[in-house]
C-alpha cells in the first residue's frame, strides 16, 4: 500500500525556517516528479514547488520564490521543502504529492498521491 507521510511542521515566529520532509513507501517513486501544496480553509489547493524524478529541475510558486527550497533524496524515497524567511501567509497546511509523470505540474489533477498533511502555523 502506497503511503506518504510528512512531518517536520510546527509554529514558528516571522522569519523563522522550518524543513518539511515526506516518506514515501510502498513503492519507488524514483521515476515520477513530487510536489509540495498547501491549502488553507475555505480556499483551493495551492501549488508550492515541484521537482523533476532526478532533482535536477526546480520549480516555485512566485510567492515562495527565493525563499523555499525543494530537494529529493530518492535512495530515502523522501522529498524536502525548506521553508526560510517564512510570513504569516505561509500558514497552511502542507501536502507533498507524487505525480503521475516525470516531469512536475502545477495542477493538483496531475498528482495521483497525496499525504495526510502537516500543518504549518506562523506567527506575526
Known amino acids: 500500500q502506497v503511503q506518504l507521510v510528512e512531518s517536520g511542521g510546527g509554529l514558528v515566529q516571522a522569519g523563522g525556517s522550518l524543513r518539511l520532509s515526506c516518506a514515501a513507501s510502498g513503492r519507488t517513486f524514483s521515476n515520477y516528479a513530487m510536489g509540495w501544496f498547501r491549502q488553507t480553509p475555505g480556499k483551493e489547493r495551492e501549488f508550492v514547488a515541484h521537482?523533476?524524478?532526478?532533482?535536477?529541475?526546480?520549480y516555485y510558486a512566485d510567492s515562495v520564490k527565493g525563499r523555499f527550497t525543494i530537494s529529493r533524496d530518492n535512495a530515502k524515497n523522501t522529498v524536502y521543502l525548506q521553508m526560510n524567511s517564512l510570513k504569516p501567509e505561509d500558514t497552511a497546511v502542507y501536502y507533498c504529492?507524487?505525480?503521475?509523470?516525470?516531469?512536475?505540474?502545477?495542477?493538483?489533477?496531475?498528482?495521483?498521491?497525496w499525504g495526510q498533511g502537516t500543518q504549518v502555523t506562523v506567527s506575526s
Open positions: 521537482i523533476s524524478w532526478s532533482g535536477g529541475r526546480q
Open positions: 504529492a507524487v505525480s503521475k509523470y516525470a516531469s512536475g505540474s502545477l495542477y493538483p489533477g496531475d498528482y495521483n498521491y
